[in-house]
C-alpha cells in the first residue's frame, strides 16, 4: 500500500501520519507512552497495516522510537539528550543562517511562519510556526547536505519545541523577536551577527528546558 492509498475505514496515512503528529506535539501522546497498531487502529477506526504504515512513518522522522520486538513510544528527552541535540542543531542552523545572510536572502516561507508566529495571541500554542521558521531557513540555506542533516533531528526538535511551548518556558513576544532580530541581519547581509543570534536563540531555549528539567527533578 502506497502512503496514498487507503485502509478499509478510507483513512489515508497521511491523515494518520498528521493526526499523531498534532497529539505528540500537543501532549495529548505523553513522552514514554507506547503506540501501537491497536491503539492507532481502534483511535482511527482503521486497517492495521494503514495504522503500521503511519507508526513507521512516524518512526521514520524522529517523532516516535522503536525498540526490537517492542512498540513505538514518544521519546522521552532527557538532560543529556537536549544537551546533544541543541548544540547539533545550533551548529546546523547558524550554519544555514550565515550562508543566507551572505546572500541577505530571507526564505519566503521563513518569512510567512514568522509573520504567523508574530500575529499570535499571548497565550496561543506557537510551536507550529515556531517549528516552520527554523525549517524554512535551512531548507532555504544555498546548501544540499545542510537540510539533509537537520532533516534527521527534526522529530527531536519539535519535541523539544513542543516542551519549551508546554512549559511556557518561553513567551510568544520573546520567540517572535529573536525571530524578528534573525531576519534582520540576514536582510543586512551581516552573516557574523545572523549566526551569532541564530545560535543564542536556539541555546536559549536549551538553557530553559535544562533548567525546567532540573527543577522538576528537585520536586
Known amino acids: 500500500m502506497s502512503s496514498g492509498e487507503t485502509g478499509s475505514s478510507g483513512v489515508l496515512p497521511d491523515a494518520v501520519v498528521a493526526t ?58 532527557g538532560a543529556s539528550d537536549i544537551t546533544d ?33 508574530a500575529a499570535l495571541a499571548p497565550d496561543a500554542a506557537y510551536a507550529p510556526a515556531d517549528i516552520a521558521f527554523h525549517r524554512a531557513l535551512v531548507e532555504g540555506a544555498p546548501s544540499t547536505r545542510l537540510p539533509r542533516l537537520h532533516g534527521l533531528l527534526m522529530g527531536e526538535i519539535e519535541l523539544a519545541i513542543a516542551q519549551v511551548e ?12 529573536e525571530h524578528g532580530r534573525i531576519l534582520a541581519a540576514i536582510a543586512a547581509g551581516d552573516a557574523v551577527d545572523a549566526a551569532r543570534l541564530a ?21
Open 20 to 77: 499523531l503528529r498534532d497529539a505528540i506535539l500537543g501532549g495529548r501522546i505523553a513522552p514514554g507512552a507506547p503506540v501501537t497498531e491497536a491503539f492507532v487502529s481502534r483511535e482511527f477506526d482503521m486497517a492495521r497495516p494503514t495504522a503500521r504504515i503511519g507508526i513507521d512513518r512516524l518512526v521514520a522522522a524522529g517523532l516516535l522510537t522503536r525498540e526490537p520486538h517492542h512498540a513505538a513510544r514518544v521519546p522521552r528527552l
Open 85 to 117: 541535540l541543541f548544540a547539533a542543531r545550533a551548529a546546523l542552523e547558524a550554519a544555514a543562517v550565515e550562508l543566507l545572510a551572505a546572500e541577505a536572502n530571507i526564505p519566503p516561507n521563513a518569512q510567512r511562519a514568522h509573520d504567523a508566529l
Open 166 to 177: 508546554a512549559h511556557r518556558l518561553r513567551s510568544v513576544a520573546e520567540v517572535a523577536d
Open 199 to 219: 545560535r543564542t536563540h536556539v541555546l536559549a531555549s536549551r538553557d530553559r528546558l535544562l533548567a525546567h528539567i532540573d527543577s522538576a527533578h528537585e520536586r
